[in-house]
């Protein structure tokens, strides 16, 4: 059980005190994933990014993911094949939900990072952070994701995460940390004394604390 999300990006800072700031990028996902990520960032002086994710939900179940849809020219889509088929879904009638989640990625786009330009990942270590891992089709987004933007190492680090979710993505990853992966897994908020929203003000106060034109540095 970890108090918040901020408790839980510094046990996290510590697992990953030997990374190198002037090689390495923090790439948070929005919004629960940037708590966490700042945490990580303060202590290693390494810059942060987002990489924007947006959950696809089982019609009448927006919390259960079929899939995962990640920013960038293209869109990247991940079917949770075996959630899908659990909820008589085909490929067909995901992507057509995954559609339907294009809007709020641009939204998120726009409040987010408005004329803020990604950070080039080519050549550099992605350290992608989330609050934690329930499924890991979000994840598996981001990861892809992270890959087509040439970054040299992607690694998953988080707080708390399933054992089924982990052993999946470490087929996906170069690397993946995890501090605690309890069974049975129900869900992430149940891992935290703690776990409000995450605002859109937390993630753009966040991401001007951290200008990565200056890698290895922070706003003073």
């Not at 067909?92 to 330009?117: H, I, M, N, T």
């Not at 970054?151 to 995890?178: G, N, T």
């Amino acid at each position: 059980m970890f108090e918040n999300r901020q408790q839980a990006g510094q046990a996290l800072a510590r697992r990953l005190d030997t990374i190198d700031p002037g090689s390495t990028v923090i790439l948070a996902l929005p919004r629960g994933g940037v708590p966490v990520a700042r945490e990580v960032c303060s202590a290693t002086g390494t810059p942060l990014d987002l990489i924007l994710v947006r959950k696809v939900g089982a019609p009448g179940h927006s919390e259960l993911a079929v899939g995962a849809l990640a920013d960038g020219p293209p869109p990247t889509l991940v079917i949770n094949r075996e959630v899908a088929a659990s909820c008589g879904l085909s490929e067909g009638d995901v992507r057509k939900l995954a559609k339907a989640e294009e809007p709020e990625l641009e939204r998120r786009r726009k409040a987010y990072l408005g004329s803020r330009r990604p950070i080039d990942l080519a050549g550099r270590t992605a350290i992608i952070v989330d609050d934690g891992i329930a499924t890991g089709a979000t994840m598996k987004a981001a990861v892809k994701a992270a890959r087509a933007r040439k970054a040299a190492l992607v690694v998953v680090a988080v707080p708390v995460a399933s054992r089924e979710a982990i052993q999946q993505l470490k087929s996906e990853a170069d690397h993946v940390i995890c501090l605690d992966a309890p069974e049975p897994f129900w869900a992430v908020g149940q891992h935290y004394a703690s776990f409000p929203q995450v605002t859109d003000e937390e993630v753009t106060e966040a991401l001007a604390a951290y200008p990565h034109d200056e890698p290895g540095k922070t706003a003073s």
